[in-house]
């Protein structure tokens, strides 16, 4: 039999076991009798030591010219290019996803080197002309110390990048703690950096679990800040175990997105839009396009079509280049869907494709569940009101803009949505009045491109953004500097009257 093999954290530029060398297994989702590797439970001692190595490499990291710094990050870009299919095959086993998608996460992580690596070289400050003569004034960026990542597991190495690129540029140092179903991605994106040549410390990886590691980070004196992304619940703790001592903590989490399709919309666009944003990532992607509000006008015929392609989806090995839709990432990921599938059920609305876990044939041994559409649904429903975060999408009638506008805006959550329509006026006005981060016109509701700032409103985020020159603001202080040259004693506004 195969051998399972044995991952380590890496700290201090060297990859370790955990001190207590307990491990946990993940599972291939598309048949969990394949175990993926094994990798370190780790305990607080680790992180501790993860601590101690980010914070020692701080100072000569952030004392490092940027452009230094960014030439590593770019470098990283060239070694995930090369690298690509590998990494994604191997994400495609350890989270269910299929080939195209996972090729897709790592070009994030490309797209996002490659990007950040300019800002090396810009990071700019403003110069400004100071109220008192021979005295000049101007702003810098400046690092803020040992940053701490908590991340999910539906975007594996993207979500990760799109935290550690940034924070590197702007002369933090790092600890990754990935979430258990997926970390063999962070393995080979801290493994890539290791063979660049980050200095030792500069990035740290500790496996382990929410409560062995995550809450200890965010609670750590030595993490000066933490940047989460997960659910809206994990949200909520650890920005309350980052409020007593005010470290500064990014949270970007669930979404409850809805498309929109008027009565004058391209309804084949619309159908593909609704296919990709409810089915692609088997419906686990923060940004999913969970329920599809319709015209009245239109409702028949776009169910009619939506629910056709629905049931056609080819469901399989996301390995398998045919395959249109992978697994659940786990058990309990299905389990949770099915319950959601229930509830929907008993609050009346109508199941017009799907509804099952698929047990049938080469897919029983995965996690798999049949792409579902709820129909007839009222936007009070839990299933409307939810993430549900799997192949489930509910599709609710409307009888013009305003109340497609008022249903999908009817949620505590506000990350993406989506408008099809031909009417520029109407697609203008949905995009001043749809209380979201994001928002798409005749496109789906998932596509974000890193040099756009990503993230939500409402219980999605906390006013901070990802990507695009936004993550700069959160990975850098600003520091106001005044330079006097006048040689006296000069009081601003009081001497400039
Ligand atoms: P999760 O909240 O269960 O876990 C996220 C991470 O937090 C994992 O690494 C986990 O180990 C860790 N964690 C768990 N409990 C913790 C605690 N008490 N303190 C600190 N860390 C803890 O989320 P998940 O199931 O991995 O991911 C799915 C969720 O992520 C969905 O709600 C989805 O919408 C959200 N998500 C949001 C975005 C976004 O950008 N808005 C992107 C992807 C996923």
């Known amino acids: 039999m195969k051998k399972t093999p044995r991952y380590r954290n890496y700290i201090r530029g060297c990859w370790v076991d955990s001190e207590g060398g307990e491990v946990f297994e993940n599972r291939n989702p598309a048949d969990s009798r394949e175990r993926i590797g094994l990798f370190p439970q780790s305990t607080t001692k680790d992180l501790e030591e993860a601590v101690q190595a980010a914070q020692a490499a701080a100072l000569p990291w952030a004392r490092t010219p940027a452009p230094k710094r960014a030439e590593l990050v770019f470098r990283l870009g060239e070694l995930l290019l090369r690298r690509k299919k590998k990494f994604a095959a191997e994400m495609t086993r350890e989270m269910g996803k299929i080939l195209k998608e996972t090729e ?40 803020i110390g040992v940053c701490g990542f908590i991340t999910p597991w539906n975007f594996p190495m993207a979500i990760p990048s799109w935290k550690m690129i940034p924070a590197l540029v702007c002369g933090n140092t790092m600890i990754l703690k990935p979430a258990t179903d997926t970390p063999l991605s962070s393995v080979n994106l801290v493994q890539a950096c290791h063979e660049i040549g980050f200095p030792p410390g500069v990035i740290n990886l500790v496996c382990g679990s929410g409560k062995n590691i995550g809450i200890p980070m965010t609670k750590h004196p030595g993490v000066k800040l933490i940047s989460f992304t997960g659910s809206t619940e994990v949200g909520r703790e650890v920005s309350r175990n ?25 309804l084949d666009l619309a159908v593909d839009g609704a296919i990709w944003g409810g089915f692609g990532t088997t419906g686990q992607r923060c940004t999913a396009a969970s329920r599809v509000v319709v015209h009245k006008k239109v409702y028949g015929e776009f169910l009619k079509r939506f629910t056709a392609r629905a049931n056609a989806l080819r469901v399989g090995n996301g390995l398998d280049p045919e395959t249109e839709m992978g697994p659940l990432v786990s058990e309990s990921q299905r389990t949770s869907v099915e319950q959601y599938v229930e509830i929907g059920r008993g609050e009346g609305a109508r199941l017009a494709a799907g509804g099952r876990r698929i047990t049938a044939g080469a897919l029983a041994a995965g996690w798999f569940h049949q792409p579902t559409i709820f129909a007839d649904v009222h936007p009070q429903m839990r299933i409307a009101q939810e993430e549900i975060f799997g192949p489930v999408v509910s599709v609710l009638p409307c009888k013009n803009f305003e109340e497609a506008i008022e249903i999908a805006n009817g949620v505590s959550y506000g990350l993406s949505s989506a408008i099809y329509t031909r009417d520029v006026d109407r697609a203008f006005r949905a995009i001043r009045d749809l209380a979201t981060g994001i928002c798409y016109v005749n496109a789906s509701t998932i596509g974000a491109e890193v040099h756009l700032p990503f993230g939500g409103i409402k219980q999605t985020g906390n006013g901070h953004r990802e990507a695009g020159q936004q993550a700069l603001d959160f990975f850098s202080e600003w520091k106001a500097v005044y330079v006097d040259f006048s040689g006296k004693l000069q009081r601003a506004q009081i001497d400039n009257n």
């Open 104 to 143: 897709g996460d790592v070009q994030e992580a490309i797209d996002i080197s490659y990007y950040t690596a300019g800002e090396g070289r810009r990071m700019f400050g403003q110069t400004t002309p100071s109220e008192l003569p021979n005295k000049f004034a101007m702003s810098v960026r400046m690092p």
């Open 242 to 266: 980052c409020a007593p001592d005010f470290r500064r903590v990014h949270l970007e989490m669930g979404g409850k997105n809805a498309i929109l399709v008027m009565e004058d919309a391209n």
